[in-house]
């Protein structure tokens, strides 16, 4: 008799999962699904859209096609806010998010109508742990220390975008002299502002994105890697200092780790809040099982579009941890992003 109950019981779950499954099948089934990017096409962030476009559907039961849809501006800001106000609850719109999008709320509300706390996250699709600062190479400054002597100029998407964050902390924290240009919509303007001498850098794009995007400035040696943004440096940049080595002492070294620790995970995959539970289920499962495709990963190592997921629990602790900062420490951190 317990033995039957049990085998009931057993069959019923099973029902219940079918039935589940279908139901997002069913829901998927025919649609269309959108993924937002903050950022212009022809960048990394754009490429990297389009490549999980065109192989996560086929994970999502129903199958559903799925398309990019570019909203640049404020630095990332402006395609969050769409995700987080306007964009369907139902599980058919995400968005690859910027990188200091979950952190700007610590120290602005300037532009911010989102609680980052409250996405629910497929992801990451990246661990950014060589951000830089490069410099032209007609540039004057050749060195971090080169402009703590002298003034240098960088392009910046947005003032709460790592463009304009990075220059402001280093400035502040390590006495650097950079001056930010505003108003480039993304990397691809910045390159070729660069190109045409109206900046002299540019900071935050990650190592092997430049050597993606612009391996004839590699070759040519057309741009100067000044410092990276991480506590260690990367192994094919091991005469380039990292920022930390510059922290004068334990507080800027904190405040650094804050903004630049901001990177750990690069590339966030975000759905809006009040999606149903079982769909975002279903998207966090088809996101896994797409880092783990072999057509996906073969597409990106033919377009050397680095990969490094994380898990949306490894994600959500990243941004609830720097949620926890100590006051004083966000204060004095908001203070010199913001110019005070």
């Known amino acids: 008799?317990?033995?039957?109950?049990?085998?009931?019981?057993?069959?019923?779950?099973?029902?219940s999962c079918?039935?589940?499954?279908?139901?997002?099948?069913?829901?998927?089934?025919?649609?269309?699904m959108?993924?937002?990017?903050g950022y212009p096409p022809g960048?990394?962030?754009?490429?990297?859209?389009?490549?999980?476009?065109?192989?996560?559907?086929k994970h999502i039961p129903g199958r559903p096609s799925i398309i990019v849809r570019n909203m640049p501006g404020a630095g990332g800001l402006i395609a969050t806010n769409l995700l987080y106000n306007i964009s369907q609850r139902d599980g058919t719109e995400i968005a690859i998010l910027g990188d200091t999008v979950p952190f700007?709320?610590?120290?602005?509300?300037?532009?911010?109508?989102?609680?980052?706390?409250?996405?629910?996250?497929?992801?990451?699709?990246?661990?950014?742990?060589?951000?830089?600062?490069?410099?032209?190479?007609?540039a004057s400054a050749k060195t971090l220390d080169d402009v703590i002597r002298e003034p240098m100029?960088?392009?910046?998407?947005?003032?709460?975008?790592?463009?304009?964050?990075?220059?402001?902390?280093?400035?502040?924290?390590?006495?650097?002299?950079?001056?930010?240009?505003p108003g480039y919509r993304g990397i691809s303007e910045g390159a070729l502002a660069m190109e045409r001498g109206e900046i002299d850098g540019w900071m935050g794009w990650c190592w092997?994105?430049?050597?993606?995007?612009?391996?004839?400035?590699?070759?040519?040696?057309?741009?100067?890697?000044?410092?990276?943004?991480?506590?260690?440096?990367?192994?094919?940049?091991?005469?380039?200092?990292?920022?930390?080595?510059?922290?004068r002492n334990d507080d800027d070294r904190q405040i650094m780790r804050l903004v630049f620790n901001s990177q750990e995970m690069s590339r966030l995959v975000a759905a809006p809040p009040g999606v149903p539970a079982e769909r975002i289920a279903a998207l966090r499962k088809a996101f896994e099982a797409t880092m783990k495709d072999s057509e996906f990963t073969g597409e990106a190592d033919r377009m050397t579009i680095p990969l490094s997921p994380a898990t949306p629990q490894a994600v959500e602790k990243l941004i609830a941890d720097a949620y926890q900062t100590r006051p004083e420490l966000l204060a004095r951190a908001a203070a010199i992003i913001n110019g005070k």
Not at 34 to 37: G, H, R
Not at 43 to 57: I, N, T
Not at 220 to 225: A, E, H, S, W, Y
């Open 153 to 181: 100029t960088v392009g910046s998407t947005g003032t709460n975008d790592i463009t304009s964050i990075a220059p402001r902390v280093l400035n502040a924290v390590i006495g650097t002299k950079f001056r930010i240009i």
């Open 34 to 37: 959108v993924i937002t990017v």
């Open 104 to 138: 700007t709320p610590l120290w602005t509300k300037e532009g911010v109508q989102y609680d980052p706390l409250r996405f629910a996250y497929l992801g990451s699709l990246d661990r950014r742990q060589a951000g830089l600062v490069i410099g032209w190479h007609k």
């Open 18 to 32: 079918g039935v589940q499954a279908d139901a997002i099948s069913d829901f998927y089934t025919g649609r269309q």
């Open 208 to 247: 092997p994105c430049m050597k993606n995007e612009k391996p004839e400035w590699i070759a040519g040696k057309l741009v100067n890697v000044l410092a990276q943004f991480t506590m260690e440096r990367h192994p094919e940049l091991q005469q380039t200092p990292g920022v930390f080595e510059f922290a």
């Open 43 to 57: 960048g990394g962030y754009d490429a990297v859209a389009r490549l999980l476009s065109r192989h996560m559907g």
């Open 1 to 15: 008799m317990l033995r039957r109950g049990l085998i009931m019981l057993a069959g019923l779950a099973g029902f």
